[in-house]
T-cell receptor, first 112, second 113 residues
Framework: KQEVTQIPAALSVPEGENLVLNCSFT??????LQWFRQDPGKGLTSLLL?????REQTSGRLNASLDKSSGRSTLYIAASQPGDSATYLC???????????FGTGTKLQVIP | EAGVTQSPTHLIKTRGQQVTLRCSPI?????VYWYQQALGLGLQFLLW???????NRGNFPPRFSGRQFPNYSSELNVNALELEDSALYLC????????????FGNGTRLTVT
């Protein structure tokens, strides 16, 4: 059974700092890995999707990497802003989303 | 492009009642997934619909059911509500293309009293 762990569980940083969120998964047989953010009481907003054959994806200030062999993914956020404050989830899936596994989440607070 | 839409946004029901939640996927997406996020817990997979058929369900009792309509919108029905059904119910959709991302709605917050 896939297990997805995110470290740290919570993080508080001053505005402008670069930061890295970590995601570890136990089963490397994934089809893709997706990073989401969730604001309190809201749904999940897709940030980046990395295909199993890819090593990284970038979108604006965000960069996600994937190392399947070691079961790790990282989300790098450059020049953090207060609007980045949210819970970040990494989600792994085999082909098809009926067996997705959600990570434990990292709650990020960026202090102005 | 409109995202995944869910209705209602909030709902308060009494134990034993029945509730119906609705979801409209992104245009062109044929798969709809339902998840439950109870307070303080992670997301749990409920149901998957594709092309009008239920394809898979998670470890939930039969009083959780649903359907998908020809326009790919979906309903989640919960009968005989229990207090522990209080949660945020999230709907997500994806297309059938390889590596299609999963897109979520903003959810329906159900409170059972």
């Amino acid at each position: 059974k896939q297990e997805v762990t995110q470290i740290p569980a919570a993080l508080s940083v001053p505005e402008g700092e670069n930061l890295v969120l970590n995601c570890s998964f136990t089963d490397s047989a994934i089809y893709n890995l997706q990073w989401f953010r969730q604001d309190p009481g809201k749904g999940l907003t897709s940030l980046l999707l990395i295909q199993s054959s890819q090593r990284e994806q970038t979108s604006g200030r965000l960069n996600a990497s994937l190392d399947k062999s070691s079961g790790r993914s990282t989300l790098y956020i450059a020049a953090s802003q207060p609007g980045d404050s949210a819970t970040y989830l990494c989600v792994t899936s085999p082909r098809g989303y009926q067996k997705v596994t959600f990570g434990t989440g990292t709650k990020l607070q960026v202090i102005p | 492009e409109a995202g995944v839409t869910q209705s209602p946004t909030h709902l308060i029901k009494t134990r034993g009642q029945q509730v119906t939640l609705r979801c409209s996927p992104i245009s062109g997406h044929t798969s709809v997934y339902w998840y439950q996020q109870a307070l303080g817990l992670g997301l749990q997979f409920l149901l998957w619909y594709d092309e009008g058929e239920e394809r898979n369900r998670g470890n939930f009792p039969p009083r959780f059911s649903g359907r998908q309509f020809p326009n790919y919108s979906s309903e989640l029905n919960v009968n005989a509500l229990e207090l522990e059904d209080s949660a945020l119910y999230l709907c997500a959709s994806s297309s059938d293309q390889d590596y299609s991302p999963l897109h979520f709605g903003n959810g329906t917050r159900l409170t059972v009293t």
